[in-house]
């Protein structure tokens, strides 16, 4: 089964500062999808972005930009310039057919 | 719709009783998915139905919970005789296609609570 791990349950940054949060998968499957979640207290689960396995070249959507290692199955997200909106949960996903499946969330907290 | 509606955004609910939670996916969507996410944790996956199939329900915990499509649209998922480990947020997801790049559109989840 695939698995996705987040090491860091909890991470904080100074706004205006740079974070990274981890993630790492397992899978056997050579083609899948990895995505970046985004969850405030609403609930309602936001994409942030997202990485096509077959593509070496990194995702970026504005202040926010992957790092995927696809040998280490490693696939972390940098958030620049970080602002106040960005305090979240915050959780990795893979897929691959049919199967969707989550990291156990970061937990983001941006001081001002 | 605009987005996924997930309806009541709040359920208390006596042990032992019955519950039904409603999905609304976005119109058009094929694909649509049901995730129990517990308290300070991730979604995990319960079930997932192409148009009104149900592709797979691995993920369902017990015999006691049981999903529908059955138009291919609205989704309802029920919960038989409820326990107080089923207290979680139900989130509904929906997408355009069953594979590839697509990424799931949520709703806002239905928080239940068993006492």
């Known amino acids: 089964a695939q698995t996705v791990t987040q090491s860091q349950p909890e991470m904080s940054v100074q706004e205006a500062e740079t974070v990274t949060l981890s993630c790492t998968y397992d899978?056997?499957?050579?083609?899948?999808?990895l995505f970046w979640y985004k969850q405030p207290p609403s609930r309602q689960m936001i994409l942030v972005i997202r990485q096509e396995a077959y593509k070496q070249q990194n995702a970026t959507e504005n202040r926010f930009s992957v790092n995927f290692q696809k040998a280490a199955k490693s696939f972390s997200l940098k958030i620049s310039d970080s602002q106040l909106g960005d305090a979240a949960m915050y959780f990795c996903a893979y897929r691959s057919g049919n199967d969707m499946r989550f990291g156990a969330g970061t937990r983001l907290t941006v001081k001002p | 719709g605009a987005g996924v509606s997930q309806s009541p955004r709040y359920k208390v609910a006596k042990r032992g009783q019955d519950v039904a939670l409603r999905c609304d996916p976005i119109s058009g969507h094929v694909s649509l998915f049901w995730y129990q996410q517990a308290l300070g944790q991730g979604p995990e996956f319960l079930t997932y139905?192409?148009?009104?199939?149900?592709?797979?329900k691995s993920g369902l915990p017990s015999d006691r919970f049981f999903a529908e499509r059955p138009e291919g649209s609205v989704s309802t998922l029920k919960i038989q005789r409820t326990q107080q480990e089923d207290s979680a947020v139900y989130l509904c997801?929906?997408?355009?296609?069953?594979?590839?790049?697509?990424?799931?559109?949520f709703g806002s989840g239905t928080q239940l609570s068993v006492l």
């Open positions: 139905f192409q148009n009104e199939a149900q592709l797979d």
């Open positions: 997801a929906s997408s355009l296609v069953g594979t590839g790049s697509k990424w799931l559109f």
């Open positions: 899978t056997s499957e050579s083609d899948y999808y």
